[in-house]
Each structure stands twice: as C-alpha cells, then as structure tokens.
C-alpha cells in the first residue's frame, strides 16, 4: 500500500475544488433578443418552402371576399370597412390557423422537446416562430389592401399605417393562436381553435358593424384583431382623427403583449409534461 503524504493531499484539494467548481460553473444563458433572431431565422428557413402557397390562399381568400361584397355595400364607410377587414384577415389566417397548427402538431410529435434541449428562453421560441409566421403576411396585406382600394374606389395615400397595423395585430393574433395549439390536447382540437378564431375574424372584421346586432358587436369588441381593422378603416377619411388610430393600435399592442406572454405560459406548461 503506498502512502500519499499529507501536503501533496491539502496541496491538491484546492485544484480539485477549482476544477470541480469549473465543472459546475457553466456558460452564460442565452440572452431573449439574440435567441429570439436565431428562432427566427430557423423558423422563416422552415416555413420558406411553403410561402408561395400560403401567400397565395390567404390573398385569394380575401381579394375573393372583396369582389363578392363588392355589389352589397352601398356607402363609404362600409366599404372602409370592408378593405380593412380583409386585408388585416391574411394577418389573421397565418397567426390565428396556420399557427395554432404548428405548435399543435409540434406538440403532438414531440417536436417541443427538442426546444426545451435549448438554452433559449421560451419567449424566445413563441416570438420567434410567430414572427417567422407573420412576415409571411406582408406581402399578401399589401396587395389585398391595394387591390381593395382600386376596387372600392379608396385612397392610397396612408397605406404606410400597414406598418404598424401588420405587426402590432399580427402580435395580439400570434398569441392567441400560439395559446391555441400549445393548451389544445390534441392537434385536431388545436386546428379546430384555430379555424374557428380565423372565421371570427373573417365575420366580425370584414362586415360592416353597423349592420350587426348588439350582442355581436360586443363579440367583435374582445376580438384583438378588430383594432387593428378599426386603425386602418379611419386612415381613410380626409382628415384621420390620428388619436383614435393611436388609441386603436395601443389596444393591439396591449392585447399583444398579453397574449405573447399567456403563450410563453403555455409553452413552459406544455414542454414539461
């Protein structure tokens, strides 16, 4: 038996302790905003494959509802009404249904388990693959609303408000289907939920609310999306009351922000079962 002297034993407890403690102290956790791009960036090189035919349903969709309510609306105000609802539904299509479906199917087969592996936060995954979702509605907001107003006979002129209607709607509806298919049990209810938030907005947004009942009124008032077609619809007068487009688009970011953290919520709840 060979005998290890007493100063070589204190003499390599210090190293011991430094390694271990080396061992133990890992690297810094990944920050929200460079995490956040690299979600996205990985999220809008997935989706790119199937842009053409996303772009191309969602604006059909709503150029279609256009031209049909082309012959029923008789007034102005109702035609506003009209182009705006439809162009804020491409937003809705992608961030209500197409969304609700991804997580519902990421969380089906798993696929959530590989971004809890990650050191990134879970906003950062919610964010990153609702705003890969919602880019891909620009193009088809932009040539619905110009489309809507050659047909209806609107001005262009503040077309620039889609800026800030886009993402800050897109925001409050990314949420809401994020929630969608990360609490859904199963995919096919997450669909469901997802296709029943879009035809709420596609009926609450798109027909003028002076033809509707009271009670639906109230309905289309909790539907974050109707803000955003409130903020645009008022862009098309000869003098906008810019308050009340500010208040409208301050009501979107709010219901964003709310919605955004309910599905960060619901993505910590459902990457631990």
């Known amino acids: 038996m060979s005998v290890v002297p007493v100063e070589v034993v204190q003499g390599g407890a210090p190293a011991v302790t430094d390694r271990a403690r080396g061992a133990v102290e890992l690297g810094p956790s990944a920050r929200l905003w460079p995490s956040l791009a690299a979600v996205y960036r990985a999220q809008l090189s997935r989706a790119r494959v199937a842009r053409i035919p996303l772009l191309f349903v969602a604006t059909f969709q709503s150029v279609g509802i256009m031209i049909?309510?082309?012959?029923?609306?008789?007034?102005?105000?109702?035609?506003?009404?009209?182009?705006?609802?439809?162009?804020?539904?491409?937003?809705?299509?992608?961030?209500?249904?197409?969304?609700?479906?991804?997580?519902?199917?990421?969380?089906?087969?798993?696929?959530?388990?590989?971004?809890?592996?990650?050191?990134?936060?879970?906003?950062?995954?919610?964010?990153?693959?609702?705003?890969?979702?919602?880019?891909?509605?620009v193009p088809g907001t932009l040539v619905t609303a110009v489309f809507g107003c050659v047909l209806f006979g609107l001005p262009l002129t503040n077309l620039w408000i889609l800026a800030a209607v886009i993402p800050l709607a897109g925001a409050a509806l990314s949420g809401l289907g994020a929630a969608f298919g990360l609490l859904a049990p199963r995919p096919e209810l997450a669909t469901l939920l997802g296709q029943l938030g879009m035809s709420a907005a596609l009926l609450l947004g798109v027909l003028p609310a002076d033809r509707m009942p009271e009670i639906v009124r109230l309905a289309r008032d909790l539907l974050p999306s109707t803000y955003g077609v409130e903020a645009y619809a008022r862009t098309f007068g000869a003098h906008p009351d810019w308050a009340l487009v500010a208040a409208d688009l301050g009501v979107c970011a709010g219901v964003g922000v709310a919605s955004l953290a309910a599905a960060s919520w619901a993505y910590r709840r459902a990457a631990v079962r």
Request: without cysteine.
């Open 68 to 137: 049909m309510m082309r012959g029923v609306v008789d007034t102005r105000g109702e035609a506003q009404a009209v182009v705006a609802g439809s162009s804020i539904v491409v937003v809705a299509y992608v961030a209500l249904n197409l969304l609700a479906q991804y997580f519902g199917q990421l969380r089906a087969t798993g696929g959530l388990d590989h971004y809890a592996t990650l050191p990134v936060p879970p906003a950062a995954v919610v964010l990153g693959a609702a705003g890969a979702y919602a880019s891909f509605t």
